[in-house]
């Protein structure tokens, strides 16, 4: 009985060495290190694409920012509005001013990645898909483009004979013909004499209002996507309208995703020219290899190294990494490494010449009369030529510059909101003395600000707006909150207002607060 007893210690700990030791190598392969390495070799894909097909570069927020060194802008499309039977078109990320760069540029190529598991974010299969086909068909109900059943029928069985060309998926679901396909596609739209007809015929009768889904996407998928999209439409409608009007009038072409991954084996010489086609392309570049590898100095790959980066980039963000990449890629002790980045993030938060305002303007064209708002981070309320122009500052999140903003005789608030689930609630709480602190200033220049610049001030923005609205007798609902949004995030590009702000808003304005008017 002794010794059974001894053998079980011996056995038990064994396994605990053997979890111990998986823990350390796990905890090896995750670290800063190799997310940096990673990203660097996702980045030489990246570099390749960008300059072989030279169109305007967008990083979709957040992950895509850290693949490249210059972007043209940025965009937000979510992973998880393309989530299976949980499909959304969110009217508070409208990413219209892409339209704005294809209309100039014919197409773009917007940068993504997916963790292990995905050759390709559902952001880029179906978000990206569903965003296309929505303001596809809501330009062509502003045109007057009549909806042509043959020409919409041919358009879904090209898209899935142009599926055929891809070789059958590996178990990761990728394929290993992803862009010739594409490219084929692109000749065959640009060269053939039935294309040329086909496009003549679009741009004066008809339009492609069908869905293009991704070619791995199930036809069963596809068609229950294809159901709701015109429930899509008529929710963009209703709170939309001047927008959808004044960008459709920049386009003559409708809008088409397809796809780039790592296993594209392009051949970039043949590719045709963007404004020729009958479509505006919307390049869709997947940057992570699929493949279980190590880098070049050893380090372990990491598939979708630039997501979660609040669980792995201990503060640095993208601006920080490129512009010190040098210095960052040549250490190769991860402890050491770990240092660098906090002596770097720490010089950040004293030097703020690199933060950027973003100028909403007067917004009386949209029924925000005495309106006057610029949004951008807090770290610009300690930049005195900066601060001087205003007349007032609306800080939502922690107070930053308060005693130097004050002693310039300039109006100070600060809601002292915390963005975090865990304290959801603290926003909607504080918007009635947001309301009345901007009603001081009403006709006057405000700063609206948070930590980053694109999210609880921009809210705020909104249900600035929204109380305008209100006073003038307009009634808010939820399409109307929508709208709100939509306004001020046409203004900022960068905007980021989640669900759950959106939640506080709806709150607010149709909850406790209603009921305090009454």
Same mark, same amino acid.
């Given at each position: ?8 210690? =011996? ?13 350390? #190598? ?11 390495? @990673? ?6 894909? +990246? ?13 979709? $927020? ?14 937000? /499309? ?10 959304? /078109? ?11 760069? $294809? ?5 773009? =190529? ?38 042509? %059943? ?28 992803? $862009? ?5 596609? #692109?000749?065959?739209?640009?060269? *053939? ?25 199930? #036809? *069963? ?32 072409? %409708? #809008? ?21 086609? %009958? ?10 290899? +699929?493949?279980?590898?190590?880098? &070049? ?11 979660? &980066? ?24 991860? &402890?050491?490494?770990? &240092? @660098? ?71 100070? $608030?600060?809601?002292?909101? +915390? ?21 001081? /200033? ?5 700063? =609206? ?10 809210? !705020? ?25 939509? !306004?001020?995030?046409?203004?900022? =590009? ?25």
């Amino acid at each position: 009985r002794r010794v059974h007893g001894v053998v079980r210690l =011996v056995a038990h700990q064994y396994v605990m060495d053997v979890k111990r030791v998986r823990k350390d #190598l796990r905890k090896e392969k995750l670290s800063l290190a190799s997310h940096l390495k @990673s990203i660097w070799e996702d980045f030489l894909f +990246v570099d390749e694409v960008q300059r072989s097909m030279k169109l305007p570069l967008i990083a979709n $927020l957040r992950c895509g920012l850290w693949y490249h060194s210059k972007f043209s802008a940025t965009c937000y /499309f979510k992973s998880t509005d393309g989530h299976t039977n949980k499909y959304n /078109f969110p009217l508070s990320r409208l990413n219209l001013h892409l339209v704005d760069l $294809l209309s100039t540029h014919s197409a773009v =190529v917007i940068i993504d990645s997916a963790r292990k598991g995905k050759a390709i974010p559902d952001s880029f299969t179906k978000t990206i898909p569903i965003w296309a086909c929505v303001l596809n068909r809501a330009f062509a109900q502003v045109k007057g483009i009549p909806e042509d %059943p043959s020409m919409n029928r041919r358009f879904v069985h090209n898209n899935r004979l142009y599926c055929s060309d891809y070789k059958q998926p590996n178990p990761n679901g990728e394929s290993t013909q992803n $862009l010739e396909a594409s490219i084929t596609t #692109l000749e065959s739209s640009s060269t *053939s004499t039935e294309s040329q007809e086909q496009r003549s015929h679009i741009s004066s009768d008809s339009w492609d209002l069908s869905l293009h889904t991704h070619p791995f996407i199930p #036809l *069963s998928e596809h068609s229950k996507i294809t159901e709701m999209i015109p429930s899509f439409v008529s929710r963009l409608f209703p709170s939309h309208i001047d927008e959808i009007t004044t960008v459709s009038a920049k386009i003559t072409k %409708p #809008l088409r995703p397809m796809w780039i991954t790592q296993n594209s084996h392009a051949i970039w010489n043949i590719l045709p020219d963007f404004s020729e086609l %009958p479509f505006h392309p919307i390049f869709c570049v997947s940057v992570s290899s +699929v493949e279980q590898r190590v880098c &070049e100095d050893g380090t372990s790959y990491i598939q979708g190294a630039g997501d979660d &980066e609040e669980n792995w980039a201990c503060g640095l963000t993208p601006a920080q990494f490129w512009e010190h990449s040098t210095q960052l890629l040549s250490i190769h002790d991860n &402890e050491e490494l770990i &240092e @660098s980045v906090r002596e770097i993030t720490a010089s950040y938060h004293i030097d703020i010449s690199t933060a950027k305002e973003v100028e909403l303007g007067d917004l009386g064209e949209f029924g925000g009369f005495g309106l006057n708002i610029t949004v951008g981070p807090d770290v610009l309320c300690e930049k005195s030529d900066f601060i001087s122009r205003f007349d007032a500052v609306l800080a939502c999140g922690a107070p930053m510059g308060q005693e130097f903003v004050q002693n310039q005789g300039i109006g100070y $608030l600060s809601l002292g909101v +915390v963005e975090h689930k865990r304290l959801a609630g603290s926003l909607y709480r504080q918007l009635s003395i947001a309301l009345e602190f901007a009603n001081k /200033f009403d006709q006057k220049k405000l700063f =609206v600000c948070c930590q980053d610049g694109a999210t609880l001030s921009v809210c !705020v923005c909104a249900a600035l707006l929204l109380g305008k609205w209100e006073k003038s007798g307009i009634g808010i609902t939820k399409t109307v909150i929508r709208k709100a949004i939509g !306004v001020v995030s046409m203004r900022h =590009v960068q905007a980021r207002v989640g669900r759950r702000l959106v939640i506080e808003l709806n709150k607010f304005f149709l909850g406790l607060h209603s009921e305090s008017k009454n």
